[in-house]
């Protein structure tokens, strides 16, 4: 941190404990860019908004946050429009921007404009689907209180707990390939489908680079269905997983988790075949391996999650086999 940064979060600090208000942040009004079909949600005041939900977080930082009254009659689109705003009302930091929207997507951009230096200091960017306006606003409100708390070095306000002994369970639908070599001139494979639970001790555990992470441990056993390629005789093959992951999931924004999954792999396989010129056989073989995994999850509710995962096994036979499995996922939580 420089010496200007301390010298001014110290006289923040210390303004904050005397009872008067440490700094004041601005907010103007942020203007809509509207690109899609359908009218626009009624009440939507992104400045307004953006103010409100700054000032439920900021509580106890420092940071005392106003919405812009009497806004000025053409919207604050440049750094000169932040400055003569600033001159004219003796703002010292003031927040401006934009939300756009479309069919698909609501994106925003809000610029953080210092008039002691005459320039921008930052810039946030935040987006979301079209459905989920005020996630988007909290989000983006947590990232600049973020801004405050890492960069200027205001004290943060209390966190909550983090929610512990989660847990849930995920099902999945999917398909499976060998990843190349010999087992994919011999075998197909066909679907899976899997059943799991998953328990979280504490999320979030830790955070990087500002997101919210935790660890998840599982278990997780698997039907998958297999046969053999052309020109070979026919067979069956019925796989039964039992996946035992380590996970390492972080959220990525509000509601979407991206994640890494590694364990101990067991592998229980029944060969089906039927012979040109003998009776049916079957055969069971057991071996043991490694699963790894990535994942994303999006949280539809409290008890419904929505994702996609692949899931890489490598099967320790005396050929090793090597699997791939997209898949989809639902998870419920209790």
């Known amino acids: 941190m420089s010496m200007k940064k301390t010298v001014l979060a110290l006289v923040f600090a210390l303004a904050a404990l005397s009872g008067f208000a440490a700094l004041e942040l601005h907010v103007a009004p942020i203007t809509i860019l509207d690109d899609s079909k359908s009218a626009p949600p009624e009440g939507v005041n992104?400045?307004?908004?953006?103010?409100?939900?700054?000032s439920e977080i900021a509580t106890g930082?420092?940071?005392v946050v106003h919405a812009v009254e009497s806004p000025p009659a053409s919207p604050i689109q440049s750094y000169l429009d932040a400055a003569r705003l600033c001159q004219s009302r003796g703002y010292g930091l003031l927040l401006y921007g934009f939300v756009k929207r479309s069919e698909l997507l609501l994106t925003a951009e809000v610029k953080l404009f210092d008039a002691e230096k005459g320039a921008v200091a930052a810039s946030f960017f935040n987006s979301d689907d079209p459905n989920h306006y005020p996630r988007l606003m909290k989000d983006l409100a947590r990232r600049i209180e973020e801004y405050f708390s890492a960069d200027i070095g205001l004290h943060p306000p209390a966190r909550s707990e983090p929610r512990r002994n989660l847990l849930s369970m995920p099902v999945s639908l999917g398909y499976w390939t060998p990843a190349g070599g010999q087992w994919s001139n011999v075998l197909a494979g066909l679907a899976s489908v899997s059943l799991g639970a998953r328990f979280i001790p504490a999320r979030p555990l830790f955070t990087f680079l500002s997101r919210p992470c935790f660890v998840a441990f599982g278990v997780q056993a698997e039907y998958g269905l297999g046969m053999n390629q052309p020109g070979y005789e026919t067979f069956f093959l019925?796989?039964?997983r039992l996946r035992i992951p380590v996970e390492l999931g972080a959220e990525i924004s509000t509601g979407h988790v991206l994640g890494l999954a590694v364990g101990p792999l067991l592998i229980v396989d029944t060969?089906?075949?039927?012979?040109?010129?003998?009776s049916s056989s079957?055969?069971?073989?057991?071996?043991g391996g490694v699963t790894l995994g990535a994942y994303y999850r999006y949280t539809v509710t409290h008890s419904i999650s929505l994702g996609c995962a692949a899931v890489v096994d490598i099967g320790l036979y005396s050929t090793p086999l090597v699997t791939v499995s997209p898949r989809f996922d639902v998870e419920f939580s209790p």
Not at 46 to 54: E, F, H, I, Q
Request: glycine share 6%; aromatic share 4%.
């Open 61 to 63: 930082s420092g940071v």
């Open 238 to 240: 019925h796989e039964a």
């Open 46 to 54: 992104p400045g307004a908004d953006l103010a409100r939900s700054l």
């Open 282 to 287: 079957t055969s069971v073989t057991t071996v």
């Open 271 to 278: 060969i089906v075949q039927d012979r040109l010129y003998a």
